[in-house]
């Protein structure tokens, strides 16, 4: 049965550290976040006070980078912005319907693990889908599609909210795309989601009109209009 509450949404860094991830997770008081080199995402609570944010500089160390994804609080002045990026959360509405894709693609999907890094890191360096780091893949699936060996298209599972889980890292190689690659790893990592009763959302920039549109024929729907910010800590 599909999860109907979508409110773990609301804030899926915390929802993800303090549950599926917390063996990723690095905390101090209320602050938290993910090892070095799985991600950068950093959250402190709704609404937090001074200590939660001299938590959050004590985890990262002083002048160090605080991813705080989409989270809408305010760090203190001295805390320097980094980034702000317009972006929505899609989720799909259709819960536990696999979409076929359209597209052809006449390769198979593999699994994605330690051993593929290297590949995944430099496709994720030419086609830039968001952040990714060595340990990335440890958040959850990833699945490639590889043509005469060479990986050319991945997508992975990144924040795992309670009855959720994130697509992400969603790319393919230049001279790859067109062929359908990308929807046929979203849709399947999607119905495999749903195939264990977790539904998908996925993350975008407002600007990438390409990849909204890929995601809107496979069902995705926007839950929420959502600014991604980072800091430097004091
Ligand atoms: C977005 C991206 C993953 C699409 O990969 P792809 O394998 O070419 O995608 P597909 O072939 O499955 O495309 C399916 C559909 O998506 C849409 N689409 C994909 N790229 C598009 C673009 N640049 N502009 C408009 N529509 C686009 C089209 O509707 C396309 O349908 P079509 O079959 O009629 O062409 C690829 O362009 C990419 O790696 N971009 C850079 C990284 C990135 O932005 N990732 C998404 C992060 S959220």
């Given at each position: 049965?599909?999860?109907?509450?979508?409110?773990v949404?609301?804030d899926p860094?915390?929802?993800?550290?303090?549950?599926?991830h917390a063996?990723l997770?690095?905390?101090?008081g209320r602050?938290?976040t993910?090892?070095?080199?799985?991600?950068t995402?950093?959250c402190?609570p709704?609404?937090?006070?001074?200590?939660?944010?001299a938590?959050?500089a004590?985890?990262?160390g002083?002048?160090?980078?605080a991813d705080?994804f989409s989270?809408p609080?305010?760090?203190?002045?001295?805390?320097?912005?980094?980034f702000?990026l317009?972006?929505?959360?899609?989720?799909r509405?259709?819960?536990?319907?696999?979409?076929?894709?359209?597209?052809a693609?006449?390769?198979?999907v593999?699994?994605?693990?330690?051993?593929?890094?290297?590949?995944?890191?430099?496709?994720?360096?030419?086609t830039?889908?968001g952040?990714f780091?060595?340990?990335?893949?440890?958040?959850?699936?990833?699945?490639?599609?590889?043509?005469?060996?060479?990986?050319?298209a991945?997508?992975?599972?990144?924040?795992?909210p309670?009855?959720?889980a994130?697509i992400?890292?969603?790319?393919?190689?230049?001279?790859?795309?067109?062929r359908?690659?990308?929807?046929l790893?979203?849709?399947?990592l999607?119905?495999?989601?749903?195939?264990?009763?977790?539904r998908?959302?996925?993350?975008?920039?407002?600007?990438?009109?390409?990849?909204?549109?890929?995601?809107?024929?496979?069902?995705?729907r926007?839950?929420r209009?959502?600014?991604?910010?980072g800091?430097?800590t004091?």
């Amino acid at each position: 049965m599909a999860n109907d509450d979508d409110t773990v949404l609301d804030d899926p860094v915390a929802q993800s550290l303090g549950g599926r991830h917390a063996r990723l997770a690095r905390r101090l008081g209320r602050a938290a976040t993910y090892l070095t080199g799985v991600a950068t995402f950093s959250c402190v609570p709704a609404d937090p006070g001074t200590e939660d944010w001299a938590d959050l500089a004590g985890l990262l160390g002083p002048d160090a980078f605080a991813d705080m994804f989409s989270s809408p609080a305010v760090p203190p002045p001295a805390w320097k912005p980094v980034f702000r990026l317009d972006g929505r959360q899609l989720i799909r509405p259709g819960g536990g319907r696999p979409v076929r894709p359209r597209g052809a693609s006449d390769t198979g999907v593999v699994e994605l693990g330690a051993q593929d890094v290297p590949e995944m890191l430099d496709l994720v360096a030419r086609t830039e889908p968001g952040p990714f780091w060595p340990r990335t893949h440890e958040l959850g699936t990833y699945l490639g599609v590889r043509v005469r060996g060479t990986l050319v298209a991945m997508a992975g599972e990144r924040l795992r909210p309670p009855g959720w889980a994130e697509i992400s890292a969603v790319c393919t190689a230049p001279e790859a795309r067109g062929r359908g690659h990308a929807a046929l790893l979203v849709s399947t990592l999607a119905a495999r989601v749903e195939a264990r009763g977790e539904r998908p959302f996925l993350h975008v920039a407002e600007s990438n009109t390409g990849a909204i549109a890929l995601y809107e024929r496979l069902g995705f729907r926007t839950r929420r209009q959502v600014t991604f910010q980072g800091f430097r800590t004091p």
